[in-house]
């Protein structure tokens, strides 16, 4: 195997569960050397969750942890002595990085918080991963992943039934969130330390990363103008239709047609009905408010077709609709076999086994699961006898991490521009090349600055391309692809996420790019990839995760799957394809070799599928939707609860024995909790449906926040589910300076998401979305070196437009 792209970076992991091990595991399977410590005697609690071959518990066999700890080393070590903990301080000593999801108040306890670490390393990026974040006021309560993914607003906002209780997806959606986000911004901080002058600390609340820059980019611009805001309708998209999860003969099936051309080639595929003839319903705008209509009639049609069918024949005709795969389809796909996306690899106790390989490749340092996961202290006399050094010194700095790198990005629409936002915040110079001959669809989301429609006004567009700059190029004209060449000869990466092949018909495909640029790092998003029986497959965001296996989770109970309602897969795809990016700049600032990145959207989301994907691989389960129960059935309660007044709701989790006992006093101690039913978390799980009716009379007459506050000094895991009104007034979020107001080059002011991670040497660059061709002078007459007769000219002709 070639080394890997990340090879030279010593990471040391402090992680349990989910969220920081998953990190690290983005860091091992690219190549750097991830030294897993683990807690004695037991060991991370993940080994405990399962799922386990046949159901039968072995800390060594835990499919979950397997998926999650593939080529790392482990130590096992008693942090709670003092011998245990100078262990761990001389590891991160000679460490380029640390990952950890530990409380505040443990590190504080351990003396293993940032002030402590910084003196013994410098040069160390700690990224430290959290529900709530290092700071604010709810940095300090207990939380796990459904308290995080509640309290960003993304449930009231875009899943559930209104007055049914808001749902999660039914993984770990805010520890994967927030897992990609310290992956993608701990690498840069770790390349970028000669631009800094050092290490530093990054405070990553999985809550704040959602809040941000899912919910807060399409929802917080109009709500801070207008004062509007939506909430979940249980059907889809709300703007337009079909856009939603639909039932079918053998399943359910993403309708979606957003474009007169999609709708069109729906007509066609289901033979030119006489209702769909109707010229209004050529914008979806309208087709949206006619929703009911337009579902019961498209319902009558579903019954009657497979969702296969409905899916080949509608591709066929143009159409982004897809069937909803469950976890066994999406595991046996022949496109994910043909791209080897389905690995297997052996291991001393748990045998053969599959898991899911790389979320993207790289033409010259491939990367993903190589070695199994390590047995508990495997490593200890390897690792704690050897000889270290300390990482050298870094220069002077006061820069950002990425400053000095170019982009030339291509991406469109949200995911695109949330990979140039990533780098942008953190000191690139992001060139979003676009045009007024084809406006990018966002730029004509409502709501507008001021009421005022103009491209250039989208309050949704300003916050989700925020960090981009702008040049506009008409591209179907021969002299604007010529510049759009020299502008890559000045560049370091090239960001695209059309369909495979369009950059090659614009001339602009890889190899033609190597020939400008030697070194060019070409970036490719496309939603299943560059090659595969799927690579031509038409989705949005919105339906790309029923490719995945991820939508099949979404509902109340077995069969009731329900869309989300919006495209989670966006931004979470967006963030992970900087780190794709950065794993590829690491590779080449060490052997000055560029490569084309395949970063299939459809493999990344998947990577959230792996806990129900580890179930189906060693016991041939097949999960279905789970409301808000755990995703391995490791606590009850673990669920969403009704509170007084309209829409208020809490999420609230009992993993511990404590935890539940907390819970018990907390209600006064009522007799039905000493229920033999309920003695054991094994009781508990069992009769989970009625624990929660119980539980839910007894929240329904208490104010949200108050509760909360209750039971969280009961040592209780609790958070009120927000919605978007609330984000911007509640005082976590305002502490931690999540949403900001800022004044757009145009004129106005608007409100946008700011940085969702925060450093603690770093100010990261955060800058409204730009107006079209707005670094047009910079880069044409001072980058380029154009005259200024030939610009006008170029300006003149459309050209440059």
Known sequence: MPEGALHGIKVIELGADVSAPYCAKLFADFGADVIKVEPGPEGDPARTWGPFPGDVPDPEKGGLFHFLNSNKRS???????????QSLVDLIASADVLIENQTPAWKRAHNLDWADLEESNPELVMIS?????QTGPYADWKGYDLNAYHLTGASNRYCGRPGEM???????????????????????ATLGRENVGGGQQLDISCAETIAASFVGGQNIGGFAQDGAFDKRTGVGMPLAAPASIMPCKDGHVWMLTLE???????????GDPEWMQLEMFQDMFSRGENADLIYSMLGEWTAEHGKMEIMDRCQAAGCPITAVFTVAEAAEHPHLRERGYIVELEHEKLGRYSTLGAPFKLSETP??????APLLGEHNDEVLGAASNKPARSGSGGKLPLEGIKVANFGWVWAGPVTGQTLGFLGADVLKVESYARVDMTRTLPPFAGGERDPNRSLSNNACWAGNGSVSLNLKEPEALELAKELIAECDVVVENFGPGVMERLG???????KIKEDIIMFSMPAAGLYGPLKDVRTYGLSLTSTTGLDSLVGYAEGDIL????????????????FAILTALAHRSRTGQGQQIDFSQQEAVMQMVGPAFSDYALNERVAGPLGNRHPLAMAAPHGVFPCRGDDRWISLVAREESEWAGLVSAMGNPDWASAPEFA?????LEHIDALHEKIGAWTADFDDRELCATLQSAGVAAAPVLGVADLLDDPHYRARETFIEVDHPLGYRETIYNAYVKLSRSVPRVRPGPWIGQDNDRVFLDLLGLDEERYQSLKDAQIIY
Request: net charge negative; hydrophobic share 40%.
């Open 260 to 270: 007169a051309g999609q709708w069109n080639g729906l007509r066609e595929v289901m």
């Open 508 to 514: 602009l495909g890889y190899p033609e790019l190597k």
């Open 129 to 133: 991963i959290t529900p709530f974040g």
């Open 680 to 684: 054991r978390l094994e009781d508990r």
């Open 75 to 85: 130590v096992c070590l008693d942090l709670e002595t003092p011998e245990g903990r």
């Open 166 to 188: 808001p749902l999660e997806h039914g993984t770990f959606a805010a520890d994967f969130f927030g897992a990609v986000a310290a992956a993608a911004w701990g690498l840069a």
């Open 563 to 578: 869309p989300v309602e919006n495209a989670f897969s966006d931004p979470y795809n967006g963030i992970f394809g900087a």
């Open 367 to 372: 990367g993903g699961p190589s070695r199994a």
